[in-house]
């Protein structure tokens, strides 16, 4: 039953069908046939590349090989491929930072609406069914709301819950510290605020948290994770940008993958940010969360 989340490959290639047609089938039609790719083949590629939400200059960057290095229609595939696969290997391939031997404490951020207190509740029950005690604080003291969400979310998950209504997030953070150090938890995941109203507190509240969890339990902070809505594409990384810039963001989770054109933005993200996308959310319910797999990935959106 632990294998319940491992959703084999015809799941993926089912979440990344809209994806693939963007990023990958249409670009193949439009060659298949030719002998070479010419200058208007190129101006497609670069279209339908940038549509699919890769970055400008990643595009610029791939057209301008294609070109250099003469690739032909029937090998374009092939190029193509690789160069994805490159991209998502150098920015890592790895699942989340987890040491058996300490609690491991995971922050995470994003703006509103991107799914952090979604992800938190998957991730949660994902963690339980693998034996590991988890222990969520409602550090969102921000939203009204907010915490009785989480608290739904901690109860189907089988996960234990440190809130307080309108007290500072820090505080938040300190007592769920101390209970998963006296009460031997593994895990610890920290929800945030997603406002972007006021950077300036956004990025304090986040710092005194880093603070508050530096102090008493060092060495402790596995990951930072952002989430990222994949329906925004390169918009999300935009509006992202306060987090990439001032907190330290060790990885990121894609969620809403599920339906949208726009899955190349884990490439964007990889290529602008060498950022590695470890999660994936493909649904709204409590199991639609997998391990990203960059190769998979790939594979998925050429098959
Ligand atoms: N289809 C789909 N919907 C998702 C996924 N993840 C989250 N959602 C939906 O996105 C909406 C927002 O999710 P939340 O988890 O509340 O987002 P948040 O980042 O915590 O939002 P704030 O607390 O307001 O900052 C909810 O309606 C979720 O059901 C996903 O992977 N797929
Ligand atoms: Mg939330």
């Known amino acids: 039953m632990f294998n319940f989340f491992k959703k084999n490959s015809d799941d993926l290639k089912t979440v990344v069908t809209k994806t693939s047609e963007t990023l990958v089938k249409n670009i193949l039609n439009f060659v298949s046939g030719s002998d ?17 939400d890769l970055g400008v200059d990643f595009v610029v960057e791939l057209t301008d090989k294609i070109r250099e290095r003469k690739i032909k229609p029937s090998n374009l595939k092939d190029f193509l491929k690789e160069e994805f696969k490159t991209i998502l290997n150098e920015a890592g391939n790895s699942a989340l930072k987890y040491d058996e ?11 509103n609406g991107a799914g952090k207190t979604t992800l938190i509740g998957k991730l949660a029950n994902k963690m339980r069914l693998e034996g590991k005690k988890v222990l969520i604080a409602a550090g969102d003291t921000f939203r009204a709301a907010a915490e009785e969400q989480l608290e739904v979310w901690a109860q189907r998950a089988g996960a234990d819950i440190v809130r307080h209504d309108k007290i500072d997030s820090a505080a938040v953070v300190y007592e769920a510290i101390e209970k998963a150090q006296n009460e031997n938890y593994n895990v610890l995941l920290v929800d945030t605020a997603g406002r972007l109203q006021n950077k300036f507190n956004l990025i304090e509240e986040l710092k005194k948290i880093r603070a508050v969890t530096d102090k008493k339990a060092p060495g402790c902070l596995s990951e930072t994770i952002l989430v ?23 990885s990121c ?22 950022l590695p ?8 319910k409590i199991e639609d969360i997998q391990d990203f797999d960059s190769n998979a990935f790939v594979d998925a959106l050429f098959s």
Do not use: P
């Open 101 to 111: 031997n300490r609690l491991n404490i995971y922050y995470v951020v994003g703006i």
């Open 36 to 52: 070479e790719i010419d200058e208007l083949a190129l101006e497609e590629i670069e279209t339908n590349l940038i549509k699919a």
């Open 253 to 274: 989770a894609m969620t809403k993958l599920d339906g949208t054109a726009k899955g190349g933005v884990i490439l964007g993200v990889a290529k602008e940010f060498k």
């Open 277 to 284: 996308t470890k999660l994936i959310g493909v649904g709204e």
């Open 228 to 250: 990222l809505d994949a329906n925004l594409g390169q918009n999300g990384i935009s509006q992202a940008k306060v987090f990439l810039e001032s907190v330290n963001v060790t």
